[in-house]
């Protein structure tokens, strides 16, 4: 089993800067994949930036250039860092990973960027 703990969510105005963090109870580098979505009120969840040991660094094309995925493999944690953040950033931000060909997600933070 794995747990993730998010955090770093929170209200910014348009234009703004935030960093999110995810905090794996398990070794980083033993994961196939770690990532962040999001799910904006009405919509799916969507991809925002992933990590695969096959396919290296992914972002979703509303966040190119303007979002950074990293990892801290010592402190087992993985990192969004969010600039020039719009109202369409809005939503709830899950972390995720995948482990042993299993799916494992946190409870989520809130980010909500105002106009």
């Known amino acids: 089993q794995v747990q993730l703990v998010e955090s770093g969510g929170g209200s910014v105005q348009a234009g703004g800067s935030l960093r999110l963090s995810c905090a794996a109870s398990?070794?980083?580098?033993?994961?196939?994949?770690v990532g962040w979505y999001r799910q904006a009120p009405g919509k799916q969840r969507e991809m925002v930036a992933t990590?695969?040991?096959?396919?290296?660094?992914n972002y979703g094309d509303a966040v190119k250039g303007r979002f950074t995925i990293s990892v801290d493999n010592a402190k087992n944690s993985i990192y969004l860092r969010m600039t020039s953040l719009k109202p369409g950033d809005t939503g709830v931000y899950y972390c995720?990973?995948?482990?042993?060909?299993?799916?494992?997600w946190g409870h989520g933070t809130q980010v909500t960027v105002s106009s």
């Open positions: 995720h990973v995948v482990w042993v060909r299993s799916n494992y």
């Open positions: 398990g070794s980083i580098i033993s994961f196939n994949c």
């Open positions: 990590i695969t040991k096959a396919t290296g660094t």
